[in-house]
């Protein structure tokens, strides 16, 4: 991915962070997978399991308003008709938003890779973090639980000796994770934790990063 093929926003935005004289060795963007992973659904499925209680709770409900009159039953009020009816509407609405969750997860994580952004100069690197986590099944469910809205651009810039340890995720296509620098947050989901570092998330050719990264890393691990 060449710089000037950026959008003109990008673009700007990517030459304003380059000191003088600072060349891109490497430029790329996270690429969401077009298929959730398997764990991605957990909110679906709970989801179908709220909207079936929902279901037979308002069936029962509406059962109750239709009684007719009679001596030993109690028929609703109108404005006792329409508290309940107000206070169903937001347990409805939780049911919804599980029920599509596959599908603003998948709207959610190309937005935020779209907004991503990582470099590699000939000085350091460079992540332009838009919001877009990675797509392991810990971290989409933490965000479906704890969503995390980010209000504008996060750039953090990290010199050959701050980088640290290299985790590499690689998938078969290629395509993978380089997980490296510092702790940014800790997902927890139920009894599950996992420290979220920060990288290169979802990007197309893995090795290729890897392969720009390593020997500079090692250089400046050694004494001078």
């Not at 037979?56 to 109750?64: A, P």
């Not at 934790?193 to 390593?214: C, M, Q, W």
Request: proline fraction near 7%.
């Amino acid at each position: 991915m060449d710089v000037h093929s950026l959008p003109d926003s990008a673009r700007n935005m990517i030459m304003n962070e380059l000191a003088e004289g600072e060349s891109v060795l490497y430029l790329e963007r996270p690429r969401p997978r077009d298929k959730l992973p398997i764990f991605a659904y957990f909110p679906f499925l709970i989801g179908l399991l709220w909207s079936g209680f929902l279901t037979f709770f308002f069936s029962d409900l509406v059962s109750t308003f239709n009684q007719p009159p009679g001596e030993n039953v109690q028929v609703p009020s109108a404005g006792e008709r329409i508290f309940t009816v107000i206070f169903c509407v937001p347990f409805a609405i939780i049911g919804i938003a599980l029920l599509t969750s596959p599908i603003w997860i998948r709207m959610r994580l190309r937005k935020t890779a779209s907004k991503t952004f990582y470099l590699v100069t000939d000085r350091r690197v460079l992540v332009f973090d838009g919001g877009y986590r990675g797509e392991d099944a810990l971290t989409l469910v933490s965000e479906v639980l704890q969503p995390r809205f980010s209000r504008g651009i996060d750039i953090r810039s990290y010199t050959w000796n701050k980088i640290g340890s290299i985790r590499k995720i690689l998938r078969v296509d290629g395509s993978g994770d380089l997980i490296f620098g510092e702790p940014l947050f800790t997902n927890a989901v139920f009894l599950m934790r996992e420290i979220h570092r920060d990288g290169f998330y979802s990007i197309p050719n893995v090795a290729e990063a890897e392969k720009i990264l390593t020997p500079r890393i090692q250089a400046a691990e050694k004494p001078a």
